[in-house]
């Protein structure tokens, strides 16, 4: 090692003021050459930086039309969904209604049963409810539908005693039940009359 160094000592000193001259150009031309390549880099770099910026910009908006598009979609059928339920449950709540006002005399015990031509409403009517709610009701909607017309045919088919009581709170139960379903008011709705 000393070796190479008073080399290299030798070297400078028989060149003199020359090889100082000469070891600064070279170390200036070294910086030149550093910072003309670190410029390049850089440079190379920033566009490269850039490319992948406009890349990721575009698969961006690509993707957020495409999430815009399928919530969009969501939207539109979850509306459509909720407004057939609306009008099956109102269909359905009227049809309650009609077989409701047909069985409470039978129920107060102020009528014996229903007339031939009656059962015969009763039933398409009972089975045009259950069609309407199985379209669309979840199963707690059908268990409720379920129950109240179990009492009912039980009543009307197998001369079973209920109160009038029994029979409201049942429809009360479907009726909360689809107002739960579709997010009306999760707040269940009770009679509170005196009758």
Same mark, same amino acid.
């Given at each position: 090692?000393?070796?190479?160094?008073?080399?290299?000592?030798?070297?400078?000193?028989?060149?003199?003021?020359?090889?100082?001259?000469?070891?600064?150009?070279?170390?200036?031309?070294?910086?030149?050459?550093?910072?003309?390549?670190?410029?390049?880099?850089?440079?190379?770099?920033?566009?490269?930086?850039?490319?992948?910026?406009?890349?990721?910009?575009?698969?961006?908006?690509?993707?957020?039309?495409?999430?815009?598009?399928?919530?969009?979609?969501? #939207?539109?059928?979850?509306?459509?969904?909720?407004?057939?339920?609306?009008?099956?449950?109102?269909?359905?709540?009227?049809?309650?209604?009609?077989?409701?006002? #047909?069985?409470?005399?039978?129920?107060?015990? #102020?009528?014996?049963?229903?007339?031939?031509?009656?059962?015969?409403?009763?039933?398409?009517?009972?089975?045009?409810?259950?069609?309407?709610?199985?379209?669309?009701?979840?199963?707690?909607?059908?268990?409720?539908?379920?129950?109240?017309?179990?009492?009912?045919?039980?009543?009307?088919?197998?001369?079973?005693?209920?109160?009038?009581?029994?029979?409201?709170?049942?429809?009360?139960?479907?009726?909360?039940?689809?107002?739960?379903?579709?997010?009306?008011?999760?707040?269940?709705?009770?009679?509170?009359?005196?009758?």
């Amino acid at each position: 090692m000393e070796h190479y160094a008073s080399l290299t000592a030798w070297i400078l000193g028989s060149l003199g003021g020359a090889g100082f001259i000469v070891v600064a150009l070279s170390s200036w031309l070294g910086r030149v050459w550093a910072t003309r390549l670190m410029d390049n880099q850089r440079h190379s770099h920033q566009q490269e930086l850039e490319e992948l910026r406009s890349n990721l910009r575009a698969k961006n908006n690509e993707q957020l039309v495409s999430i815009r598009k399928d919530y969009e979609i969501f #939207k539109e059928t979850h509306l459509r969904e909720h407004n057939d339920k609306l009008l099956i449950y109102r269909a359905c709540l009227d049809i309650v209604a009609s077989l409701l006002a #047909k069985i409470e005399l039978t129920a107060l015990g #102020k009528r014996a049963g229903l007339t031939a031509e009656e059962q015969e409403a009763f039933e398409t009517e009972r089975l045009r409810l259950y069609a309407y709610l199985a379209m669309l009701a979840p199963q707690e909607v059908m268990d409720a539908n379920d129950n109240l017309i179990d009492m009912l045919l039980a009543l009307i088919y197998d001369g079973k005693g209920t109160t009038w009581e029994s029979i409201r709170e049942a429809a009360l139960k479907l009726t909360n039940s689809m107002r739960a379903d579709i997010g009306i008011n999760k707040k269940a709705v009770s009679y509170n009359g005196v009758r």
